[in-house]
């Protein structure tokens, strides 16, 4: 009975919390894993947990947060069953910026400045809202959203200091930033290909790839299809390039356009 008891005490509790309120209680443990906090209005146990990257993003966790400390943070999320309200501390340690990119809604264009060029993206200084307490821009771009075409390197379609006007694509919570896409706003060549290509048509173009499940051959301006090992010969294929080497113009046959995905599967073999 007691357990049940506790149990409908906890459900009332964690009922009309919503995500994006504001909660406060005391820090009852720092662990690597993050911070549990006994929130105000509930002393039995912990409910609010913050997650290591929800902590702080200036400062390390065992500097942003002792036990026995009184903190305030934003609800994530709220998880009845488990008994759980994922806090972040982050959220109200910068206020101004959690509040603009929580305005932001997905599709809108939003125009910046390339700030830095990192091994993992592109950020981007944005013309409106607040700086980043850590990061050159508060935009980040990664590389698959930079551009309809597989590119070899970055400079081939933006650099430092470039004006780019991209599309928003979610808030990112755990690193407090805009992520955003630069291929969003020009036109899907994958898409207007499609528009004019049936499975059995015949295309010609170089191979670009050799890899160990088949090869990558340009159709098109921008758009590329595999050839999968299978398809390169009537007979067993032991290596792709044992059949065809990079640069080198092949006739191919479509055996699949996937539209949703933008994946176009060809034969070589078929086309011989």
């Not at 008994?83 to 990119?101: H, K, Q, Y």
């Not at 090869?215 to 299978?230: D, I, M, N, W």
């Not at 990079?246 to 994946?263: A, C, N, P, S």
């Amino acid at each position: 009975m007691g357990d049940a008891s506790a149990d409908r005490a906890m459900g009332s509790f964690l009922a009309p919390i919503r995500v994006g309120d504001r909660r406060s209680g005391v820090v009852a443990a720092v662990t690597r894993s993050g911070v549990a906090v006994t929130l105000d209005g509930f002393a039995a146990r912990p409910l609010g947990a913050v997650g290591p990257l929800d902590v702080s993003w200036q400062r390390r966790v065992a500097d942003a947060a002792v036990v026995g400390q009184r903190v305030t943070a934003e609800v994530l999320s709220v998880d009845l069953e488990e008994g759980r309200v994922r806090l972040s501390m982050a959220a109200t340690e910068n206020p101004e910026l959690w509040a603009f990119l929580e305005r932001l809604r997905a599709g809108q264009r939003l125009a910046g400045t390339v700030a830095s060029i990192e091994s993992f993206g592109v950020f981007v200084a944005l013309d409106e809202g607040p700086d980043h307490p850590v990061f050159p821009g508060v935009g980040f771009i990664t590389y698959p959203e930079l551009s309809w075409r597989r590119i070899e390197a970055v400079s081939e379609v933006v650099e430092v200091g470039q004006r780019v006007c991209c599309e928003f694509l979610r808030f990112d919570m755990w690193n407090g930033e805009a992520r955003l896409s630069l291929r969003a706003t020009r036109p899907d060549p994958f898409l207007r290909f499609a528009e004019g290509v049936a499975v059995g048509r015949r295309l010609t173009g170089p191979v670009t790839k050799v890899l160990p499940f088949g090869v990558l051959v340009q159709v098109a301006e921008g758009v590329e299809g595999s050839v999968h090992r299978s398809e390169l010969s009537a007979g067993p294929v032991e290596k792709p390039e044992d059949v065809v080497r990079v640069g080198e113009e092949i006739t191919v046959v479509v055996t699949d356009l996937d539209r949703e995905r933008r994946r176009l599967s060809l034969s070589l073999r078929a086309a011989n």
